[in-house]
């Protein structure tokens, strides 16, 4: 092309301030802003004349793309502004995973959040007196009645309970106000990474304690921890295992046993308990897995969980003990630097309120948890009955669903799967291609092919799961042709 053509072929590019003005250019400044759609028609227009320097562009072409400006402007801002945090589909089978968010929220919680979200609230004040109140009150009463209510204790007299932002905050918490610059007994065997750089070491460290080992990986006795008792010691802790098991030759006190040592020894002791569970996991299927309610009837100095696993909240880390303890918590200044905010507060007390009314099978996570394997079959069913036709291959396949959120790697219970195999395509291009769908779908390959464990998927994303294997399989195929 001539130099001279290409004279010609740059005069047909538009200027960016008229077309600020004209057509559907005003129309997209209303929804992204003056200034972003100037900048991508610079961008388009910039990436115009390169095309015409190259040559790459003949005056149809070029003509076309300027009539397409609005939708390429359009199309950029879009990918830009979108959310970096965005809703996925669950087909993994595993309840709660920490990489995606854990816990669901109720739709209880949901609304109590969106109503002091939306404007103002008492987060701080008491209203009844018109003066400054406590933040943490408003579901210290609910944590103990629904524990209370689970067989924990008695009578909440004595007792106390406050929520910071996560059971690791907690666990810090805890550790710095009982026993910073003095020595926290740990079993060898509960020396452990719970995931996400939560070392229990590190953290114990960081808090300022020190820490005195006893017994070995698999085998620690009460006596190792009588013996280790010195003037030195404020704490003894019990962590939880919770993404591990040691199976064979094991021993392990009971929490009992490590409260009644401590009571004869003055030695508190601090259990991180971690999963919140307030279910009978055996009803499940799930035998041996300790609850929060067993560990706080248990007698601890100080019990700390997590709001968003099994308790089936929000983000949180909740302690429960003894008024004394639990007040010097709340007196440490890291407690202000650790609380939570108003919205878990709303979600927290829907979640709780859920227990004390008997309503659990509100909360995601317990549904989830009781679904029987037979529905989820026939789900599996269905689905492939709507996939017919689109390319797949698709055998419905019995599977375990994982419970995850700090439960022992065996807790799991039966479920079904939908066992898909997409023509051209290996399984991981298919998991691939289905997390990049909208919304993203997350599933498990197994055996090579792609798993989708419906236990985990809401029944009312059945359809949009469908549309998405639908959707992937038609842009597979327009690919190939
Ligand atoms: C999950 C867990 C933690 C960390 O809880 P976060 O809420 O993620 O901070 C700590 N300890 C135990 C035993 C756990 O199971």
């Not at 939908?418 to 779908?441: F, K, N, Q, Y």
């Not at 599933?443 to 998927?457: E, F, I, K, P």
Request: charged share 25%; proline share 4%; aromatic share 4%.
């Amino acid at each position: 092309m001539t130099e001279e053509a290409k004279s010609e072929l740059y005069r047909l590019l538009p200027q960016v301030g008229e077309l600020l003005e004209s057509e559907r250019f005003p129309e997209l400044q209303a929804r992204f802003g003056r200034e972003l759609v100037a900048e991508g028609l610079r961008r388009e227009l910039a990436g115009l004349r390169d095309g015409v320097r190259v040559g790459s562009l003949v005056e149809s072409s070029l003509a076309e793309a300027v009539a397409g400006l609005g939708a390429s402007v359009e199309r950029r801002l879009d990918e830009r502004l979108r959310p970096s945090l965005r809703p996925v589909i669950n087909a993994t089978g595993v309840i709660l995973q920490t990489n995606l968010g854990r816990a669901p929220l109720s739709a209880a919680a949901i609304e109590a959040m969106v109503a002091v979200a939306s404007g103002y609230c008492n987060v701080e004040m008491d209203l009844e007196a018109g003066e400054r109140g406590r933040r943490d009150v408003h579901v210290e009463g609910l944590i103990l009645d629904v524990l209370r209510g689970r067989g924990a204790f008695a009578e909440t007299v004595g007792r106390a309970a406050a929520v910071v932002n996560n059971c690791a905050a907690a666990t810090f918490l805890a550790l710095n106000t009982l026993a910073e610059g003095g020595e926290v007994i740990v079993s060898r065997g509960e020396l452990v990474e719970i995931g996400g750089g939560f070392r229990v070491p590190d953290i114990l460290r960081k808090s300022g304690a020190v820490l005195r080992e006893v017994g070995t990986t698999n085998r620690t006795r009460a006596s190792d921890y009588a013996e280790a008792i010195g003037p030195a010691t404020r704490l003894i802790l019990r962590v939880h295992r919770a993404n591990f098991r040691i199976e064979g030759f094991t021993e392990q006190p009971s929490l009992c046993e490590l409260v009644e040592l401590g009571e004869r020894a003055g030695v508190p002791v601090f259990d991180d308990q971690g999963t919140g569970c307030a279910v009978d996991l055996a009803e499940y299927g799930i035998p041996g897995e300790s609850t929060w309610v067993e560990s706080v009837a248990g007698g601890a100095a100080l019990v700390a969980s997590s709001g968003d696993k099994l308790l089936g909240g929000p983000q949180c880390g909740l302690l429960v003990g003894s008024e004394d303890v639990v007040e010097r918590v709340r007196r440490n200044p890291l407690f202000r630097a650790l609380r939570v905010d108003k919205l878990t507060y709303a979600a927290l007390e829907a979640t709780l309120r859920a227990y004390l009314c008997g309503q659990e099978e509100t909360l995601p996570a317990i549904a989830m948890l009781r679904l029987s394997a037979g529905s989820v079959r026939e789900r599996c069913e269905r689905l492939i009955t709507e996939l017919a036709g689109d390319d797949y291959v698709a055998e419905v396949v019995p599977v375990r669903s994982l419970v995850g959120g700090g439960t022992t790697p065996g807790a799991s219970v039966g479920s079904f799967a939908v066992a898909l195999e997409a023509g051209g395509m290996s399984d991981d291009a298919l998991a691939t291609r289905l997390r990049g769908w909208e919304p993203a779908v997350v599933t498990r390959t197994q055996g090579g092919r792609v798993s989708l464990d419906l236990r985990t998927v809401f029944p009312a994303q059945d359809a949009v799961l469908v549309e998405a294997l639908r959707g992937v399989a038609a842009a597979r195929k327009a690919e190939t042709l």
